[in-house]
């Protein structure tokens, strides 16, 4: 695990896939009270009970807004370990393409007159999730970070991380625990 903090375009996604512990297994978002937190502390109205409803995508919080999250956290993390360069495996690639085809964006023209991607009026819970990731998923995409966000190679880890090494190969989370760990077993392995 690392604090690497990635461009803001990406703090959303990485934060999300980073509420499931791989080698735990502890899932933040599956505590009581786990989606409701972390959809306040990210501004999400009407996610897991945290207040808003009424717009478009509003649902009451319970085990299907959560499975659906859940969808959502582990297609970003297939991205993110396809990243590394490994092939995204067919179901989390059109899981995701599933979501981000459903988030609801708009084009406007700010004070400077540039054009801003952003979720479309009025959407709240998943639907609201899924547009601010699909607009930081475009911007960090067009300002070629999203590459960068990686998910851990180590299997038992798969911790997401932002690869801020000059050449943009970075493999692990932390290169004292996961890369030690790898280049000890690949030792090992010669070894015998």
Known sequence: MTDRPP????VLVQELTNTLDVETGEDALAAPGGLAEF???YGIEGLGGSGGGGGRGAKGAGAPELAEV??????????????TGTDMAAEPSATLARFLDDAPLTVAVDAAGRAVLRPA???????????????????AEADGTW???????????LWVFYDRSPAGRGRWCSMA?????????SYRARRR
């Open 147 to 157: 590459q960068r966000l990686k998910a851990c190679e180590a299997h038992d880890c």
């Open 7 to 10: 461009p803001e375009a990406l």
């Open 70 to 83: 859940q969808e959502l956290r582990e297609a970003l993390r297939a991205a993110c370990l396809a990243h």
């Open 121 to 139: 009026e009025g959407l709240t819970g998943p639907a609201l999730l899924t547009a601010r990731i699909a607009v930081g998923v475009a911007q």
């Open 39 to 41: 959809a306040r502390r």
């Open 177 to 185: 625990v996961c890369g030690s760990r790898a280049k000890m077993r």
